[in-house]
């Protein structure tokens, strides 16, 4: 699990395709002192597994499933990536609770200055804009940020300068792709309100007293108005 702070930005070494996964080496200025084999490390937001380190580098095994879902089947030797070590029990949760299993790709439909910030339009996949709420927490490319507002299939977002300093939205461009994670407790919601109206539905019975959740059981305890 992550927060969604980037430690430091990495440097492709190489991607090597092996049939449908491929192994991708980094270069970074993080410690990996204490990183042990097998441990997570998020890759632009991708949680992957290092197989392998050596000096200021690391290998990790990319699967099919993430290639398909995600930037890293694009990258290529000497761009950036963000890069954060997973969360251990006592760190500081400075964003949000970030999985590392990305939902889709998105796409930079603008960057707009405003002061000293730079406010960022995404194109999402549909069905994702479901998930993102105004003031709600969102992950691209591993990066924890706040909803400005959202609309059909896009969203919006501030870059403030130190997270452009520090991460590979600096320099990322219009058109350019990003990965997607969208809040994993929106989802869990989600799936308990269809549990819910799917006991009601089987059971002829209300779903609250069938130990599920809708709407209705939310807006009378006032998770909603």
Known sequence: MFTGIVAAMGTVRRLIRRG???MLEVDTSLDLGDVRIGDSIAVNGACLTVTDKSGDAFTADVSAETLSRTTLKIVRTGDRVNLELSLRVGDRLGGHIVLGHVDGVGKILEKTPRSRSVVFGFEIDPG?????VAKGSITVDGISLTVNRCE???FYVNIIPHTAAGTTLGFKAVS?????????LARHLEKLIFAGKEMESTAGAKAGSAGGVDLDLLARHGFLK
């Open 20 to 22: 449908e996964d491929a």
């Open 128 to 132: 994702l804009d479901r998930y993102i």
């Open 152 to 154: 059909k299939n896009r």
């Open 176 to 184: 350019d792709s990003v990965n997607i994670e969208t809040d994993i």
